[in-house]
């Protein structure tokens, strides 16, 4: 760090190094020795394992950075600070990915058969697994990839092994033929969690069911031919095909002498009965429902509380099944709602189509619409887990950020349903589960190793159950099992509980509620105690940012250009706790403005003052307290409350307080004006003393700001925190990342240095304001007079008056009691209770700025009396858009503003 530092800032010159020097020098790992021998604090988090294929998008970037910006603050701390990284095999994703791979080769999964797939998608996941880190250690993610974990590892396959035999053995894992939620594109089920339904405008469609025989029923409808019929109504007309009843509500006395009687099923030659449930709603429709138990979860429970057949209308991949009539079988189940339709409306028996608005599940993975679909699957009893977990939230063992997702937790943890487990894939945990094949045995063994034998029959043809496990089966065991469990480890003695999760909103169903039911379940501590929730990335137009809409941005490509810093402060100073982030895509300069001007900023201040510093140790304040002047106490004080003010910011994840409370104090009060203020002592002008003074307070000013800001810009920090002088005999770290967090000193709060330094400021801002206002010219020097000085200003100009007239341009500083602001001039009323007037008599030409400011009024008079007689129209009014109408208040509002201040700055001229 000896060479000099380049006049522009050049983040890809600093950044690659440093992270390798970091990395090379050990600076991520955490020691499990340091926690239980040596007494250390740990604080721990896990990483949400990105998808083994998943490629960085600005989701990832904004959560690692958050992630990263935590365990380098508690590193800094004093604690052990261990971030644990690890992907996931996704199960479903990464299937597919490989699938398109063999499709393009004209190939199938099938012609490849099971053990050649898994083996070629084993070939891929190393190929391309561990790219997304590589990508992560570009934004300066700082985890200890020695505990770099896979969910299809060794160990932790052992652990969800494990977990599955216990729940078996509980009797928590059942299997079971029910309505589960099926993906036609990936020819599996998935859990409710992975079928969120989304609202949308569908089509409504109202059949008619004749009764099979004549029937006197005067208030039902009747067919051109005489027969009564009623009426169902269904947005899957195809499903019709499986009807098996039409329910009724027992209450409803329109069809109370119809129970038991038939309706014709039309297109099918079957007849069906009226039967009588209360999930049938008489203010609906007709109040009749048809009957599905194949296709509708709460068909199926209809149908088990009478005992009805079950009749699977669909293939699984989403074609009619033979079950249906022969015109029927093998089209597409959208195709076979049209023809159905067709059918009805020919036969006369359809009764109407009108929009409805309902919820369509799709797959979370292909965007498919989802089928409900009667099927043998695994599934966990999930309310004896969820008691434990719904507790912990409402006893505060577990917080969430934002408080308002606490609430969303509570009810789907009291609402939760069994979850599916078993997916019809081949990439995945298979599930540990053998059925004997011998003769009169059928066994089922639910095992953690292999078996070759049956326990039972002792016959060894065994056969092993074809389904993998949920993807999320494995994930939930992530903070135990990337710790060692089930095995006693030191890890996991040290580590477990970890602290803090910071993951996407969106999952929080499908990931962290499980986690915490399976942290309870398994080492009976919930696995963190925090659980940060965070933004959602949009585009300017307010979009989630998506592959398919073609509106993301590329980290990579803004690390390219602006450097990780850039990136890295613009998403914290953006994730305002329960507020999305917005970026604009196509304007990447704008988007990373923030960061990128910081990072300048810094680099451009941090240099200047580098230069003025010197090379030569520099005393430390202590060791010059004696000679500390205003705008040192000032700014000492004021980093004492910054640091304050971050750490309380932080320790309640609001991070972009945090970023603001430093760059507000290093370019507002660093930068701006306390070098500004010490230019001079720096150079020698007020001799040795004030130099010292004012060189050791710098150092101690900016090595706070470096700590500060290292978790959140680490590059750029370090970069310069290396180079600043130190004072002799005082130990220094050899990185930032090692170095220790600031420290509050309570000594150093000084509020009558803070009181008058502010008046100074205020002082030195009005003049400054004034003469842009009045378009001085920036080279003059003017003439000011103060009336009614309070004592911290007075105290601030007894030793800063040559700060004043250097600053603020000033030629000469007159007391008076006031009386100046007849004159022709300006007067501004500080709120320091200090009068300020500047004559501007000699400073500019009066008549000609009394001209230009009547002339400006009289025009903004007119356009503010056209504003208004529009408003007071009420033609305007009452038929223009409302955001027209109130544009033009908004404008005549404004009008008035601007006319107001001239009239002011007139009066005072005259």
């Known amino acids: ?44 988090i896990v990483i949400p394992p990105p998808n083994v294929t998943a490629v960085l998008h600005m989701g990832h970037g904004l959560n690692n950075t958050l992630q990263d910006l935590l365990i380098r603050w508690r590193r800094m701390k004093g604690r052990e600070a261990l971030w644990v990284p690890g992907s996931d095999h996704a199960g479903i994703a990464t299937q597919n990915v490989v699938e398109r791979q063999l499709a393009a080769e ?272 695994w599934f966990v009893k999930m309310k004896p887990l969820a008691a434990p977990a719904l507790q912990a939230s409402r006893n505060g063992d577990v917080r969430f950020t934002p408080e308002r997702w606490q609430k969303v937790y509570e009810h789907w943890m009291e609402n939760i349903r069994d979850w599916c487990i078993s997916r019809q894939l081949w990439w995945g945990h298979r599930i540990p589960v053998w059925y004997c094949e011998a003769d009169g045995c059928r066994e089922t063994i639910v095992a953690r190793e292999d078996p070759t034998e049956c326990p039972s029959c002792g016959g060894s043809d065994l056969r092993q159950d074809p389904d993998v496990l949920d993807t999320w089966f494995s994930s939930w065991l992530w903070p135990l099992s990337t710790l060692g469990w089930p095995d006693e480890t030191k890890d996991l003695a040290a580590f477990y509980p970890t602290h803090a999760l910071s993951t996407a909103p969106e999952i929080l169903f ?18 963190f105690r925090d659980v940060l929730l965070h933004a959602t990335v949009r585009d300017h137009h307010g979009r989630k940012m998506s592959k398919s809409l073609g509106n993301g941005i590329d980290p990579l490509e803004v690390v390219e250009r602006f450097g990780a810093d850039a990136l890295r402060y613009t998403a914290v100073a953006g994730a305002a706790i329960g507020t999305d982030i917005y970026l604009n895509y196509e304007n990447l300069e704008e988007a990373f403005a923030p960061g990128r001007n910081f ?73 701006d004006w306390y070098l500004e203020l010490i230019k001079g002592r720096l150079k020698g002008d007020a001799g040795d003393a004030s130099r010292e003074a004012a060189k050791a307070t710098l150092v101690a000013a900016l090595d706070g700001v470096f700590r500060l800001l290292h978790p959140i810009m680490p590059f750029v920090t370090d970069t310069l925190w290396r180079r600043l002088p130190w004072p002799e005999g005082v130990e220094r770290a050899e990185s930032l990342m090692v170095a220790r967090w600031p420290e509050t000193d309570p000594a150093r709060d000084d509020a009558a240095a803070e009181a008058a330094m502010g008046a100074l400021q205020e002082l030195i801002s009005a003049i400054r304001a004034l003469r842009s206002e009045y378009d001085v010219p920036a080279k ?131």
Request: proline share 5%; hydrophobic share 40%; aromatic share 8%.
């Open 1 to 44: 760090m000896t060479e000099p530092l380049s006049k522009t800032y050049d983040p890809r010159a600093i950044e690659g190094p440093l992270y390798a020097e970091w990395e090379s020098k050990g600076y991520f790992g955490a020691s499990a020795d340091a926690v239980l021998e040596e007494g250390r604090d740990p604080y721990v």
């Open 106 to 377: 004209g190939l199938t999964r099938q012609e490849l058969g099971r053990d050649a797939f898994v083996e070629r998608v084993w070939a891929f996941v190393e190929r391309t697994g561990g790219t997304i880190f590589e990508q992560l250690k570009a934004i300066g993610c700082s985890f200890d990839m020695s505990r770099n974990h896979f969910t299809l590892d060794e160990d932790l396959s052992a652990a969800v092994r494990e977990v599955f035999v216990r729940l078996y053995e509980k009797g928590l894992i059942y299997r079971g033929n029910y309505i589960i939620n099926w993906c036609p594109r990936c020819l599996t089920a998935l859990s409710n969690e992975e079928a969120e339904g989304e609202e949308t405008t569908g089509k409504l469609y109202r059949l008619r069911y004749p009764f099979h025989e004549h029937h006197d029923a005067d208030h039902l409808p009747e067919l051109a031919d005489g027969r009564r019929y009623v009426v169902v109504a269904t947005t899957r007309p195809e499903t019709m095909l499986g009807d098996v009843a039409v329910a009724v509500n027992p209450k409803d006395e329109r069809y109370a002498h119809m129970i038991g009687r038939l309706v014709e099923l039309p297109l099918t030659g079957r007849t069906i009965p009226i039967i009588e449930d209360d999930w049938a709603d008489p203010e609906f429709g007709s109040g009749a429902v048809k009957v599905t138990p194949a296709h509708d979860p709460n068909d199926f429970e209809i149908g088990r509380r009478h005992g009805l057949p079950e009749i699977n209308v669909m293939n699984p991949d989403g074609t009619m099944s033979d079950a249906v009539p022969e015109p029927f079988r093998g089209i597409d189940r959208f195709k076979a709602r049209q023809l159905v339709v067709e059918a009805f409306e020919a036969r006369d028996l359809l009764d109407g189509i009108e929009e409805h608005t309902h919820t369509l599940p799709r797959c979370y993975r292909c965007d498919t619409i989802v089928e409900p679909r009667l099927s043998d699957q």
């Open 510 to 527: 499908f990931w962290v509620a499980r986690m915490i039911m399976a942290g309870l379940e398994f080492r009976g501590e919930v696995p």
């Open 599 to 671: 990072a300048n900023k810094l680099w451009n201040a941090g240099r200047f003052a580098l230069m003025n510093l010197g090379e030569e140790p520099v005393p430390t304040v202590d060791a010059v307290g004696g000679d500390l002047e205003l705008a040192d106490r000032w700014i000492l004080s004021r980093l004492n409350r910054t640091t304050q003010r971050v750490d309380a910011a932080l320790e309640g994840f609001r991070v972009h307080e945090a970023a603001e409370a430093i760059h507000g104090f290093f370019w507002g009060e660093v930068a």
């Open 780 to 910: 003059a020097e003017i003439p000011v007079e103060l009336a009614h000085v309070p004592p911290a200003l007075e105290s601030a100009l007894a030793v800063e008056e040559s700060s004043l007239r250097r600053l603020a341009g000033v030629a000469t500083i007159a007391r008076s009691d006031g009386g100046g602001a007849q004159k022709g001039g300006a007067h501004v009323l500080l709120q320091s209770g200090a009068e300020l007037f500047v004559p501007l008599a000699e400073l500019i030409d009066l008549d000609r700025e009394r001209t230009r400011l009547s002339e400006e009024l009289e025009r903004l008079e007119g356009l503010l009396d056209g504003a208004e007689r529009r408003l007071a129209n009420e033609q305007f009014t009452s038929r223009a858009p409302a955001e027209v109408v109130e544009r033009e208040r908004e404008k005549a509002s404004n009008l008035r503003d601007q006319g107001e201040r001239l009239s002011r700055k007139l009066a005072a001229l005259k």
